[in-house]
């Protein structure tokens, strides 16, 4: 048999040229998330906007300072580096956010699927405390009916109904 190697088969531990940047995905997250927060703000805003102000009027003012002249491609280029890791930052904070917001659904689901099952267990026995009243209902309306069809049977014969007064006898 040839000595070539299956492709079926893997070759063993390879090594690749980011395996040495091991980082911790939690804290890359929480720092993404930190950077995006920082990003939403007006602060942000507002000291990116009087930074560009300042180059600008030095840049077309002070004719000595000069060091990026009209085009302004150097304040472009680092405009442009912001925007190229600003959005790779808030895209992973998104995405950690999603995440979380999936577990929170999760959660959310299996305490409402708790609540649905004690809620059947609940309504089941209010289901047979309603059964037990309308037979306790039942007995007492039969009982009623034979106390009355008794309590006539001894006014035909003459005798004083249970719990009444007889006259006493002379």
Do not use: C
């Not at 809620?119 to 309306?141: F, G, N, Y």
Request: no cysteine.
């Amino acid at each position: 048999m040839a000595d070539t190697q299956r492709l079926d088969v893997p070759r063993g531990r390879t090594r690749s040229i980011g395996s040495f940047l091991r980082l911790n995905p939690d804290a890359v997250g929480q720092f993404a998330e930190g950077i995006a927060r920082f990003l939403g703000t007006g602060r942000f805003l507002a000291v990116q906007t009087i930074i560009v102000i300042v180059w600008i009027t030095l840049n077309v003012v002070a004719v000595n300072l000069r060091w990026d002249h009209y085009p302004f491609i150097l304040l472009n280029l680092g405009l442009s580096m912001q925007a190229a890791y600003a959005a790779p930052v808030i895209m992973m904070s998104q995405n950690r956010q999603a995440e979380k917001d999936r577990l929170m659904a999760q959660q959310d689901y299996e305490i409402n699927m708790k609540a649905e099952e004690e809620i059947k267990v609940l309504m089941d026995h209010l289901e047979a405390q309603h059964e037990m009243i309308i037979q306790i209902l039942e007995h007492l309306s039969t009982a009623q009916v034979e106390t009355g069809r008794l309590l006539g049977l001894l006014e035909q014969r003459g005798a004083p109904a249970p719990g009444g007064s007889a006259a006493p006898p002379r």
